[in-house]
């Protein structure tokens, strides 16, 4: 990870991903959503997605930076923890407490804790761990050589991939899914592409598109709109504003 000096403005979001591409999939429309409210949002990618079958390090680099483009992100990092050897260890968790507390997000985003691939999980659980963790003052890390402070996010909200599960909340991104559909395709050496050499894969397949799709329409059916992407919540969800959320 390249040096960089601390923020001088924090995010409001920052979303997590196993691997490049991951949080395009399951949020980028609520990314874009949250752009055009005003908000910052960033990325940190564990790894480089490196042992994918189809593409290469130095193609999903330039693929993560054009979809960063697209989505307007304020900044995305990207941990290399390696590729299916990242571990769930104290090393490991103070490196991603050092990235919330670069960041200081008021929301995280990461992957929900059962899903079809191991790095999902595991990732999903360093990341609970590491917001926890990242509140507290006698939990040191550095970054660039100088002390963070402690800063727990408000808000952790997990993205449903792969496996469909019954959100919690759902967000209404008619206005901004089709946009998102472009951050996805900057993956072109992931997803469908009938003239690719590369052998298939469960998620270059034309049909996995078409299924993300077909989920966006039914979490959006499931409130009314035409599109929609949900979110897991595991804790409970105070209300400050009766009226803001119940209009």
Known sequence: MARRTPRSNPVYALAFGAHPDDVE???AATMLKLRREGKSVAICDLTEGEMGTRGSREIRRKEAHEAAKILGLAERLNLNLGDTTFQLDAETRDKVISVIRYFKPVVVFATQPEERHPDHMRASRLVAEACFYAGLRKVQTQWNGASQEAHRPKHLLYYIQDRFANPDVILDVSDTFEESRKAILAYKSQFYDPNSKEPETFISRKE??????????????MIGVKYGEGFLIHRHLGIGTFSDVFR
Do not use: I, N, Q, S
Not at 208 to 221: H, N, Q, T
């Open 25 to 27: 999939l399951a949020c």
């Open 208 to 221: 996995f598109l078409e299924g993300l799709d077909a989920k966006a329409r039914v979490f959006g059916e």
